[in-house]
């Protein structure tokens, strides 16, 4: 008999089934808003002139070689990540409680720190509690390491804001010692983030509950522009000694998707406990990937560990960021005061970060593609970063079309 005949055919991924609608229509207008990737102001890629310079210095190192890194990657990139999500003089940092790992990039970070939970952590339920909605490949990241998935709701269609009583309430009525994943900073798909008050209000319940902060941070810096800013809710949680691990890309902040630059970082109440920590990370990292790769790690450590290379990073944060919130802002203004479309659009604005939902039904959502060849998905998320002073009145035309 014929091998693999059993093996079901997947679905595609939806998002890259749209880049593959989009790429296949040949309408002059045509605008994608699905891909999470940055884009200028000419629908290009963007290469961060800081990455320019940091690959140029690295390419004419005559002691460049093609080593293996450590098993837990390159020890300067792994430290100068820590310091960047929790700040140099965190007492996680100067206690040496927090166990770094190198990882293919968030996605890695992601299934490195399911996998160490799923072996070591000490379950009463074993379960992750996502958003609703959340970046759709939690849903599969945490059940491939036999974690179930729960979610918790997050996004209240009627505010297009947060849905915070509901969300603190199974925060409270979750069995305790729950794990709880977090977006640190400009939550996917929403851009819908609590207030620093509301994270406080949370971090007192995880408390209270023992429960656990599985933060994953892909946007650090992307979302205001202020690195630090961006950082504030992981801090406080530490400063709170909420028990906690931080998934960290350098993906979207630095331009790097393909080179696949990330870090998992587990604290520790105790620096002890780190290093044993460190011995399992070990163990699964091994087994998995032997050795992460160099090329991208070595351009974010000089990045970060070069001081003039540093502020040159910090401005092209600033670029990015900057031009995605002139692109809310002239969003919100073609919508309110010139097409004065109906509805509210406030969200537009309050939200942050790549994406926006913005709160049309997924009727609307599949007119603009089919007749618009304006390519988003169908929970009517936009990713900011397609529009362009180009194509923005375009979209805001359609958009006031598809909802009237
Ligand atoms: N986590 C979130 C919330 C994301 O939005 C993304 C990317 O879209 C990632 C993690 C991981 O991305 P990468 O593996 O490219 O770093």
Redesign the pocket.
């Known amino acids: 008999a014929e091998r693999w005949t059993e093996v079901p055919l997947a679905p595609p991924d939806a998002i890259f089934q749209l880049t593959a609608a989009f790429k296949a229509d040949t309408h002059p207008n045509k605008v994608n808003l699905g891909v999470?990737a940055y884009r200028d102001d000419n629908s290009k890629p963007w290469v961060l002139p800081v990455v320019k310079k940091a690959t140029e210095i690295l390419v004419n190192d005559p002691a460049l070689d093609h080593e293996y890194l450590p098993i837990t990657g390159l020890p300067e990139y792994t430290s100068a990540a820590a310091r960047l999500v929790f700040g140099s003089d965190s007492p996680v940092i100067t206690e040496e409680r927090v166990t770094s790992v190198q990882t293919?990039?968030?996605?890695?970070?992601?299934h490195l720190g399911a996998l160490f939970l799923s072996r070591f952590y000490h379950w009463n339920d074993k379960r992750v509690f996502v958003s609703d909605p959340?970046?759709v490949?939690?849903h599969q990241i945490f059940p491939l390491v036999d974690i179930p998935v729960s979610t918790y709701p997050y996004y209240d269609p009627q505010t297009i804001g947060l849905a915070f009583p509901a969300f603190l309430d199974t925060l409270k009525k979750a069995t305790p010692r729950s794990v709880f994943l977090l977006?640190a900073c400009a939550h996917?798909p929403t851009g819908v983030d609590p207030t620093r008050e509301q994270w406080g209000e949370i971090a007192d319940v995880m408390l209270e509950k023992g429960h656990f902060a599985f933060f994953?941070s892909?946007?650090q810096g992307f979302a205001s522009g202020d690195l630090d800013n961006d950082a504030w809710a992981v801090r406080e949680f530490v400063r709170r000694n909420v028990p906690l691990l931080v998934?960290q890309?350098?993906?979207?902040n630095a331009g790097l998707?393909g080179e696949?630059v990330?870090a998992l970082h587990v604290v520790s109440p105790s620096k002890e406990a780190a290093v044993r920590i460190k011995s399992q990370l070990s163990v699964l990292a091994r087994s998995e990937i032997s050795n992460p790769p160099a090329h991208g790690a070595r351009l974010v450590s000089l990045i970060l560990n070069t001081p003039e290379l540093f502020e040159q990073w910090k401005r092209d944060v600033k670029t990015m960021s900057g031009r995605i919130i002139e692109m809310r802002k002239e969003l919100h203004r073609l919508l309110t005061e010139e097409l004065k479309t109906p509805g509210n659009w406030d969200h537009i604005v309050n939200q942050i970060g790549m994406f926006s939902f913005t709160g049309i039904s997924p009727a609307q959502s599949k007119a603009l593609v089919e007749t618009a060849h304006i390519y988003l998905t169908s929970n009517g998320r936009i990713s900011m970063a397609g529009l362009n002073k180009h194509n923005i009145r375009y979209f805001a035309e359609s958009l006031d079309k598809a909802v009237r």
């Open positions: 999470g293919i990039s968030g996605t890695g970070a992601n959340t970046w490949n939690h977006h996917n994953d892909a946007y998934c890309s350098f993906a979207k998707y696949r990330g």
